[in-house]
């Protein structure tokens, strides 16, 4: 099993560019989310999906957006990039039963 | 104020010590705790989730404090590979689906 897997692990943008970041699980959860963690913080949570086809805001939405069109991918879309999207981003999926978070080993992004 | 507070720490210990971190939580209904580890530059990890009655795996024991809405992580006969971010996590009852993290409390154990 690969788990959640996130990638690019690394990437540099210019401000207002665009990207996505992709995130697959091969575990079968219905339910996933996208947080971002800045230096010395806790993880805030931007987006989740309890299953395909079905999404939500959290926390820190603006300037991101998800898809889910199937139960593995749940990609995480940033348009007009700016400085303040600078952080590491963790993509989860979420066991049913346990409630157990599995995160993506995830992927760090700097806007200039 | 803030969902879930923690000491950021660093709590810096030798080898072989006990050391314990206590975490918050605002909300009094709150459902669902867990403790996940967190190492430099890395993804959280479960560590433990937290039940009511408390429970303990190996040197590590966790207990919940409804009344004062802290739950609790103690660590026995500390070791190096210790040394990492903790990271509590709440679960709010309006909403199953979502999880509160805590900033981390930042353990050093030391030879």
């Known amino acids: 099993n690969a788990g959640v897997t996130q990638t690019p692990k690394f990437r540099i943008l210019k401000i207002g560019q665009s990207m996505t970041l992709q995130c697959a699980q091969d575990m079968n959860h219905n339910y996933m989310y996208w947080y971002r963690q800045d230096p010395g913080m806790g993880l805030k949570l931007i987006y989740y999906s309890v299953g395909a086809g079905i999404t939500d805001k959290g926390e820190v939405p603006n300037g991101y957006n998800v898809s889910r069109s199937t139960t593995e991918d749940f990609p995480l879309r940033l348009e007009l990039a700016a400085p303040s999207q600078t952080s590491v981003y963790f993509c989860a999926s979420r066991h049913t039963d346990t409630g157990e978070l599995f995160f993506g080993e995830g992927s760090r992004l700097t806007v200039l | 104020r803030k969902e879930v507070e923690q000491d950021p720490g660093p709590f810096n210990v030798p080898e072989g010590a006990t050391v314990a971190f206590n975490c918050t939580y605002s909300n009094s209904a709150s459902q669902s705790f867990f403790w996940y580890r967190q190492d430099c530059r890395k993804e959280p990890k479960l560590l433990m989730s937290v039940y009511s009655s408390g429970n303990e795996d190996g040197r590590f024991t966790a207990q919940l404090n409804r009344a004062s809405q802290y739950i609790s992580l103690l660590i026995r006969d500390s070791k190096l590979s210790d040394s990492a971010t903790y990271l509590c996590?709440?679960?709010?009852?309006?909403?199953?689906?979502?999880?509160?993290f805590g900033s981390g409390t930042k353990l050093n154990v030391k030879p």
């Open positions: 996590v709440v679960n709010l009852p309006y909403n199953f689906n979502k999880f509160y």
